[in-house]
């Protein structure tokens, strides 16, 4: 018999007593009674605990604020399906020339079809994303890979993330935010700048994901 | 094995890292002795009680998500092989492939016969109960395959050669200094300088690990949960380590037990909520993965899942013990257990140590294996460990219910009976009737004697004398109560009174 209907067999043996498969009690929260300013205000007060830096902004001026984010990096990837909007700040002049004209050449582009290695990713000084939903409860982010978030490496290898969350975007608590997204996809939910508690339990933040992760909540 | 047509088969116990080895009162007695491990392991679990407390006492329904989550977790154990039918059909159609494993052995020439499959003899590694279950790492390391632990607490065990002693945090029993000490000895090209901050030791982590998760080709890792309705499997962690792993290796291959399935998407809300609160006390660990089979030009590219028995289903076949299968492994119960508290890991033998282990370890292995019919005794039965199971495991419930499992196959095996069994006779004549326990209790003054002008008895023989290893039983009073009761309740014609008749049994 092969390992595989061994121990099916095994398992059916085991359930020979037939134990009941209960109806599953879901009397917990589906869903939480904030929205608008409450739920930001929540998102940020978690993402500060969590060590992140967080900065409110108008939509209209996510480019400045990731500009000015990327003062002192010499080079950062973007996933190539980003809003070109959201670099406008970046690219030569702001005289209206058309997208691109004069591209920062800090820039690194990445897709699927045309990746950076890994090697060419470890000499990238940080990133920039967009989001697919965001839990305030908890402070979570989660990306799914969608065009405007990447790859997974590109939000992974540079040890700077900066990270656009969509206020429209951001649910009050987990279950809300497990709705609105595929679970095929390829997730990454990420609380805060990597951490450990592994020496005496105490807390550390950044260890081997980016040590430093900027959350724009644009509203 | 199990050709059976309607004969009952054997349990099929699981095998590896599962056994206490030695009896735990005796590597109890031995850890008891190490006060630099206590003043630790104090530390750490008052550290982690508090966080946890704090992080629960937060969520307004953290009791029906408990609910929810005990409920989920017994549904699927009713419906284990349909369920595992439905994620491997789900796994395959996305590109991964499934491999079944009857016990450690068999997991174990599964993933190196893998590994040797793409040429490398070096893997990149996260941290993973069931591959520590298995003794993956002794086996490649026989197999001339190098396995490098990435998450920062076993990394600190594999440099010290060391065995973790918790499954949360492996490396509990070590405090900073020791952990400094451990780098500058083992880690080469670690900066002599090195001071025994938390931080400053998190930094020469990722240093020493940062080129082989770069060059990695190949990872194994364990999974938290498993998605039978997606084929969809996640992996909770806090470093990145985790996502170095399932991101950057063009080969993934992943140890998980039959048990860990989740019926649907919609389980992981509860899950989520429930395990980083519990485990580490926040409201959510950093970093969640989660991958179904293979996703174009993201992420490894050959993705393998084997799925493990060793001895799981032996533990489903019990129904007072099967619900030890829900746990998540969150460690809220060893944390919170007065034994653990003061023994350690270490005393327990297994991969799994504390309550949780106490129960699980004798049920996927058998109560006869190595000692392990020592660890449903390695309890005070207070009720602690239930109290904070995100699953609500009733693990006192299950310890009584393994020491009588003992009790009775240490009584099958043997034709003459023991001391505890003349014991417990003795006591069951004695206590039946009022007028036998006045019989006995004749005896009393021999015990005077036997205690002594200090009034101690320092020493009991037989058995009994594990009740006098650590305490002094104070010298009998000259009268029972009994005795008493009878005298103070006479009447002047010197029979005992009848005015207390209602309060008599």
């Known amino acids: 018999m092969s390992a595989r209907d061994d121990i099916l067999t095994r398992i059916r043996g085991a359930l020979k007593d037939s134990p009941e498969a209960p109806e599953i009690p879901r009397e917990y929260r589906s869903a939480s009674q904030l929205d608008g300013d409450a739920l930001i205000e929540l998102l940020v007060d978690r993402l500060v605990d969590y060590k992140a830096q967080v900065a409110v902004v108008a939509e209209a001026e996510v480019p400045a604020r990731i500009a000015s984010l990327l003062e002192g990096a010499r080079t950062y990837v973007v996933p190539a399906g980003l809003d070109d909007g959201w670099l406008a700040g970046l690219d030569g002049g702001g005289d209206g020339g058309a997208p691109g004209s004069r591209r920062d050449s800090r820039r690194r582009l ?70 609105r997204i595929d679970g095929t996809r390829p997730i990454t939910m990420i609380s805060g700048p990597s951490a450990t508690s592994d020496i005496e339990l105490e807390r550390v933040e950044g260890v081997h994901g980016p040590r430093r992760l900027d959350v724009i909540i644009a509203r | ?73 017994q549904s699927v154990m009713a419906r284990l092989p349909e369920l595992l039918e439905q994620f491997e059909e789900n796994f395959t159609a996305r590109g991964g492939v499934i491999h079944w494993a009857r ?58 050669h060391d065995k973790p002693s918790h499954i949360l945090v492996p490396a509990i029993h070590k405090n900073r200094t020791e952990i400094r000490d451990i780098f500058l000895r083992e880690m080469p090209g670690a900066d002599p300088d090195l001071t025994n901050e938390p931080s400053v030791l998190a930094m020469a982590a990722r240093e020493h690990l940062r080129r082989k998760f770069l060059t990695a080709k190949v990872a194994v890792s364990g999974a938290n949960f498993a998605l039978a309705d997606s084929g969809t499997l996640a992996v909770v962690e806090s470093e990145g380590n985790g996502r170095m792993c399932l991101t950057l290796p063009e080969t993934l291959i992943t140890v998980m037990g039959v048990e860990k399935l989740l019926p649907t998407w ?60 829900h746990c998540i492994r969150c460690s809220a119960c060893m944390n919170v257990c007065p034994v653990y508290e003061r023994t350690g890991g270490h005393a327990y033998g297994s991969t799994y140590p504390g309550p949780i282990g106490a129960i699980l370890s004798p049920l996927l292995t058998g109560i006869e294996a190595e000692e392990n019919n020592s660890l449903p005794y390695a309890s005070s039965l207070c009720g602690a460990c239930y109290d904070a199971c995100p699953v609500k495991i009733n693990i006192p419930d299950i310890l009584v219910h393994l020491r009588s499992v003992d009790v009775d196959s240490k009584r099958g095996k043997k034709k ?59 010298a009998p009073p000259a009268q029972s109560f009994r005795d008493w009761w009878a005298k103070e309740h006479q009447t002047p014609d010197n029979t005992p009174s009848t005015n207390n008749k209602e309060a008599q049994p």
Not at chain 2, 290 to 309: F, I, K, R
Not at chain 2, 446 to 469: F, H, N, S, V, Y
Request: charged share 20%.
């Open chain 2, 103 to 160: 016990d450690a052995k068999e997991a174990n020439s599964i993933v190196a016969g893998l590994i040797r499959d793409t040429g490398e003899t070096e893997v990149v590694k996260i941290k993973s109960m069931a591959t520590q279950e298995i003794g993956l790492n002794e086996y490649l390391e026989e197999q001339g395959i190098e396995a490098f632990e990435t998450d920062l607490a076993e990394l600190i065990v594999q440099l010290d």
């Open chain 2, 416 to 474: 003459v009976p023991s001391q505890m069994d003349v014991g417990m006779k003795a006591a069951s004549w004695a206590l039946s009737s009022g007028k036998r326990l006045g019989l006995v209790e004749k005896g009393l003054p021999l015990g005077r004697i036997a205690a002594g002008p200090d009034k101690k008895i320092t020493k009991l023989p037989g058995i009994a004398g594990g009740w006098t290893q650590s305490r002094d039983i104070p």
């Open chain 1, 110 to 179: 990445d897709s699927p079809a045309q990746p950076l290695t890994v090697a060419e990713l470890d000499g990238v000084d940080a990133v920039v994303t967009s989001s697919a939903v965001a839990v305030a409860e908890t402070g979570t982010i989660l990306l799914d890979g969608s065009p405007n978030q990447g790859r997974r490496a590109i939000s992974l290898v540079p040890d700077h993330h900066i990270c656009v969350v969509r206020a429209a975007d951001i649910a009050g608590i987990l279950p809300e935010a497990l709705r």
């Open chain 2, 1 to 73: 094995m199990s050709t059976f047509l309607g004969m009952p088969s054997l349990p099929a116990f699981g095998s590896g890292n599962l056994f206490a080895g030695e009896s735990f009162p005796k590597a109890a007695h031995r850890e008891l002795g190490n006060a630099q491990l206590r003043a630790n392991l104090g530390h750490a679990t008052h550290t982690i009680r508090d966080k946890r407390i704090n992080v629960v006492s937060e969520l307004p329904d953290w009791e029906q998500l408990r609910d929810a989550g005990s409920a989920i977790k």
């Open chain 2, 266 to 325: 919609q389980d992981l809300e509860v899950f989520m909520q429930l395990l980083p609160r519990s485990s580490t006390g926040e409201r959510m660990n950093p970093y969640t993965s989660l991958w179904t089979g293979v996703t174009e030009g993201d992420g490894p590219q050959n993705v393998h899942l084997v799925l493990l028995d060793n001895g799981r289903s032996a533990a489903l076949a019990d129904e007072m013990g099967r619900s030890a299968l």
